[in-house]
């Protein structure tokens, strides 16, 4: 039965002018198949009794994210829940669950404008292009030798910065944070410049602005297995947006927060240690792999009392790694966010083997399991 409904689906879609658009398809992070989604297989069946309101046959073809001979997939997500049994009309709509992270009190204090890269697209990285991650932060600290870089963090609003807990927690008088410098490429350079001659183009609207607050997260403890690594920094100034300072997407919507990033393929960024071990004062790039939970409990086994990650992930592999300095840098992937495609946080660098780029991975605190944390902690 559900193969004649499928044949007659697809013959009926012949004549519906919408059906032209599907066959092209549309990007999103839920694309499956048309049998495997129940809500699409309710409006298959109603659109072929004739009684699927115009509405909703709009929902159901622009639903279509893939179209081949032989199978129909769309992004599941585009349909409301329904109950499994019929009503007088057919199916009728459940109730949606409440997404407490979109429904939280500090919700507009992300802004809807964000991940926005010009061209938003380390060990065996490549160099970051001017205005590329405008997010991209460095964390200052007062030291005996002066001000030093040691960590990275992510613009997420305009006050507030995402980093990991282990760069502002247990500072000591010799470590002391003496602020955040926003909209760098550069550090060594007043001035940022990339291209040449008449394409030449430079930059040095940078920001070094004071903390207000330190904000770790309550459980972190420092010790391995490291766990609950991320906290914020509040800024004593309000961010001067330019088109080298802007904030990175969260993962706030729930198919950001539910998505799959095993095999996924990752971008870090950080001004770390390089394949030939010396710091890097240019902002540097590198993508790696995601591994799944499994594979990291695998690799993080060896040590005493290690448990499962259910809040962090790893990734990477040879000579692609994150590395000293890059910690509290932002994990990027290019995600459907409401429908537009942006750059989205999903995690935070947090530690790894003592040698970077080595086939042991990096182990990235998870952003999608402290959205509630990081909304609770952030005020005007």
């Not at 940078?206 to 766990?227: A, M, T």
Request: charged content about 20%; aromatic content about 10%.
């Amino acid at each position: 039965m559900m193969l004649k409904v499928l044949f007659c689906v697809f013959v009926l879609t012949g004549s519906e002018s919408l059906f032209a658009n599907a066959f092209r398809g549309r990007p999103c992070s839920d694309c499956v198949s048309i049998r495997s989604c129940d809500s699409a297989m309710h409006y298959a069946r109603r659109l072929h009794n004739g009684i699927l309101p115009k509405e909703d046959r709009n929902t159901f073809f622009g639903s279509i994210c893939k179209h081949a001979k032989n199978e129909t997939k769309v992004c599941c997500s585009d349909f409301p829940v329904l109950e499994t049994g019929y009503r007088a009309g057919g199916f009728v709509r459940k109730t949606p669950e409440v997404d407490p992270i979109e429904t939280h009190p500090n919700i507009a204090l992300l802004p809807s404008e964000c991940g926005d890269s010009d061209r938003a697209r380390i060990i065996n990285g490549n160099i970051a292009q001017l205005y590329e991650f405008p997010w991209m932060t460095l964390i200052a600290y007062n030291t005996s030798i002066g001000i030093q870089f040691h960590c990275a963090g992510s613009i997420i609003n305009s006050r507030y910065i995402l980093t990991a807990a282990h760069c502002v927690a247990n500072i000591t008088q010799f470590k002391k944070i003496a602020g955040v410098r926003i909209g760098d490429l550069d550090y060594y350079n007043d001035n940022d410049c990339q291209g040449y001659y008449q394409d030449k183009i430079c930059e040095n609207k940078i920001q070094d602005i004071g903390v207000d607050e330190i904000i770790p997260h309550e459980s972190f403890n420092g010790k391995l297995p490291i766990e609950a690594d991320i906290a914020l920094i509040r800024l004593k100034e309000t961010i001067i947006m330019y088109n080298n300072a802007a904030p990175i997407c969260l993962p706030r919507y729930s198919n950001l927060r539910n998505a799959n990033l095993a095999g996924k393929e990752a971008t870090v960024a950080g001004w770390g240690i390089t394949e030939n071990n010396t710091a890097s004062s240019v902002l540097m790039k590198v993508k790696i792999p995601i591994k799944s939970s499994d594979t990291c409990n695998s690799y993080y086994n060896r040590y005493e009392n290690q448990k499962p990650m259910d809040k962090a992930f790893c990734a990477g592999s040879i000579m692609k790694d994150s590395c000293e300095g890059d910690s509290g840098a932002p994990v990027m992937i290019e995600s459907d966010y409401n429908h537009t495609r942006r750059i989205v946080q999903f995690g935070i660098v947090s530690y790894g083997p003592k040698k970077c780029g080595s086939e042991f991975p990096g182990v990235y605190t998870d952003v999608t399991k402290y959205m509630d944390w990081i909304l609770d902690n952030m005020r005007e």
